[in-house]
Each structure stands twice: as structure tokens, then as C-alpha cells.
């Protein structure tokens, strides 16, 4: 039930309460008061049903909006102040002027709140100060994110059905040496090009044996590939992209060189410095998972790590645990990189131990844990299972 329907319930409750105290009861020998009391009743017991189920999964919901001068006391007990200060000193946060200094205390008392609510609303995750505390959250969507808020197109390419009986309870690409380090995107939405290349790392593993970092800002610079299907759908570096097209771009020009020949600056309209005699690795297709989660897990242990669109509203906040919301928008506006899944992840006593996808993200090590994001796996949580490509590498040298 989402926060509406609680309190519609509520709402109509008290009505109900209010309606029938001021009048008493009338004798229940008259067939209308008969019929009303057994309306009353069947109320109740649909009433305390739906209270009892909203109780059992997620009474956290059952909680009150809070008004602004209760914001202010509530500031003063999270001791705002004080985590402003040593936030500040472990990220290296420095402001222009005092303006700007109590601007960015606001957004972060704000970001305090918010983080409180998370931790509410996702108890088997931890929330609270992240280096990205001092943005406002339009402010982290644009400078953070950048995933193409669009559809795949009809007519891509759908991956074969794998047979899903001998899957591995628990996976990580991690350990079998497929995954570069975390990178930083920086302040660029530049999402969908790390999650490109760390697919095609994956793949290009699987095919050579060799890990090599690739370059994200080769895409940010050349790749312009637009969806024919949709209008303003071409990946155009820090103002977004989607990853299928950027296995286009990389299919159609060749392929796509090394981190190290081609590093990342994070800024946008550089020129194209793209090397066709230093291409490092090339996509030879690539293709659109099903939403089936098994499938999923299929084309994960064989294709190697995928690239995958999900719901960011609960990142901004994250610092550990398996985020598992009981809400969560299934809108995608952030592109990732699915490297593994879990069978169980530790959660507090209260909630039960949760199976979960490992996600690599592009905030560097110091965002998260050490960089990645555990969600819950099972049914789709903020999206994750509604945008998942696999791509598979030529190896160059038997070219
Ligand atoms: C690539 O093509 C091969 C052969 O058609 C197919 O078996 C494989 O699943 C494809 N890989 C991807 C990632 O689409």
C-alpha cells in the first residue's frame, strides 16, 4: 500500500468514527439499524485487515509528514551542525562564499532528512552522509546520472532463452578477474558510457583472457548515435546516452581503445580523437535481455557482467547493506553494470536475509560500498530488471 491509500484508509476511518459518534445507536430490533451495525462491522474487519497488512510489511509507512518548525528540532537532534563540519573535512568541501556556505548547509540538513526517511523506507540498507550530501537531488540527477529516459527500440535485437537449472546460487564476475576498478564519472551524465565499456571489459575477458580498461571518453566524444525510432534519443555525452546505442557506435566504427590512449577528462564537446590503429577491443553483437530474472542470471554467468538501467533514488543516500525499498520509482535514469548476484545478504534481525544483484556504479570507491550497490533481487525493485543488455567482443587478434 503506498502512503496514500494508508491514509485514505485512516482518513476514512476517522470519518466513519465521526459520522456514527454524535448519533447513539438506535435499537437493534429495526432492520435498517440491523443492516447498518453490519456494515459497520464487515468496516472494521476490512479496516483492521488492511491496517494488520500494512503493519505486517511495511509500517514503517505509518509515519507523520513532518512540518517546519518540527524539521528544526529534528535538525538539532540528527546534530546537523556537527556532521555539516566533518563532512565538509572528509570530502574536501569548500564554498565561495558564506552565501553559498549556508546554502549548501541547508541542502544538507535537507539531505539529513532525506537520508532518515531512506533509512526507513529501505531498513535493509544503510543511509545517511555521502560525498553527494551537499546536492539538491535535481542537482545530483543532472550532474550524476544521465541514463536516456527512454525505451529500447522495438525491433532490438532479443537474446536467446538459456536453460536456467544449473545456475550458481551465488556469482561475481569480481572473482573470476572480469571487472576493471571503480572509475568516477565526476560530475558528467555520463552513466551509460561506463556501463558500456565495463560490459565490453566483461565480454572481451570472456573472449581474450585479457582484462583491459576501455574508454569512456571515446563515447562521450564520438559516439552521436541516435535511435532511429525516437526523437532526441542520440547519445550526446554528459547530457546522457543509453548503452545500446553505444554498442552501435562501437560496432559501426570499429571498436573502442584503451582507457590509457584515450583517458577520461569528464567534460563534454571535446573533438573526436578516435585511433582506428589503436582499437583495443570491438563489440561483435549485442543484444536485450528478457525481464525474467533467471534469464537474467543466465546471461550474466555466460555473456559475462551486463549492462543494466535503474531508479537511482535511493543512491544519493546509500553507504552499505541490500537496498530492498518497499517503494521505488521503476523509471530508469541511471545506467550500471550488473557483475554478480547473492543468494543472501546480511540484513538486520528483523528482516529476512534478502537475495541480491551486485552492482558496479561509476561514484568511484569512496561512494557506496567500495563503489557498489547491492539491491534486492525478485521482483524488479527500482527498475533493475527492465533494462538489461549483454554484449559479446571480437577477439582483435584473430582479426
Ligand atoms: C551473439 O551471437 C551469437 C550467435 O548468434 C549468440 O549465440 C549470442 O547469444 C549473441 N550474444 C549476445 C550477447 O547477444
Redesign the pocket.
Known sequence: MTRVEVSLVVLSLKSLISFLNPHPLPPLTSPMARNSLFALLLFAAVATAAIAAIADDDDILIQQVVPEAEAEAEDHLLNAEHHFASFKSRFGKSYATQEEHDYRFGVFKSNLRRAKLHAKLDPSAVHGVTKFSDLTPSEFRRQYLGLKPLRLPANA?K??ILPTNNLPKNFDWREKGAVTGVKDQGSCGSCWSFSTTGALEGAHFLSTGKLVSLSEQQLVDCDHVCDPEERGSCDSGCNGGLMNNAFEYILQSGGIQREEDYPYTGRDRGSCKFDKSKIAATV????VVSLDEDQIAANLVK?GPLAVGINAAYMQTYMGGVSCPYICGKHLDHGVLLVGYGEAGFAPIRFKEKPYWIIKNSWGESWGDHGYYKICRGRNVCGVDSMVS???AINPSNQ
Open positions: 535485437k537474446a536467446p561483435s553483437n549485442y543484444s555473456n549483454s554484449v559479446a
